[in-house]
């Protein structure tokens, strides 16, 4: 019945999800300088740091079933770490289960933060790209082909963005 399997999975896990914070960040960075390439870069690597994260969720499942079976519990219970540390009466062991769940659970919130903001970066920096096509697409295709000036009529408006008479 031991919990050391548990505690080095999870301690990984939270390493992955700080790998992941300080992409975040580096992606933020990349979006506001408008460096598709490095973004890029950036989520082929926060895509390979997703599955080592699965696979690190994987072994904690199975850590985490281990310990039960190890404190007579048969089932396949998926239990949080606050229901899981009820289990464990070494106040040691207990004390860092706790301990790492906090900073799990701290680290994934400063995630989750990290990834709306880059979410609504990315959304301004669209909504920029689609005003400015709408903008430059304002003219209709009569007023960007050549006309012979003699046949225009002299009461034409124009609609364009700048007033050359100005």
């Not at 390439?37 to 950036?42: M, Y």
């Not at 301990?99 to 659970?105: P, V």
């Amino acid at each position: 019945m031991t919990l050391t399997p548990l505690l080095e999975a999870l301690e990984r896990l939270d390493e992955a999800h700080i790998q992941m914070l300080d992409l975040a960040v580096t992606k933020k960075q990349a979006i506001k300088e408008n460096k598709v390439e490095e973004l890029i870069k950036i989520l082929n690597k926060e895509s390979k740091l997703s599955k080592l994260i699965e696979q690190l969720e994987e072994e904690r499942a199975q850590a985490a079933y281990i310990f039960l079976q190890g404190v007579g519990i048969r089932s396949n219970l998926n239990l949080n770490l606050n229901e899981l540390s009820r289990l464990v009466f070494d106040l040691k062991d207990k004390q860092k289960l706790l301990d790492i769940q906090k900073r799990l659970s701290g680290t994934l919130q400063e995630l989750k933060e990290a990834n709306m903001l880059n979410q609504q970066l990315l959304q301004q920096a669209l909504s920029y790209i689609e005003f400015s096509i709408e903008s430059m697409s304002y003219y209709s295709e009569t007023e960007a082909t050549y006309h012979h000036p003699a046949g225009k009529t002299v009461g034409v408006q124009r609609s364009g963005l700048f007033d050359s008479r100005a």
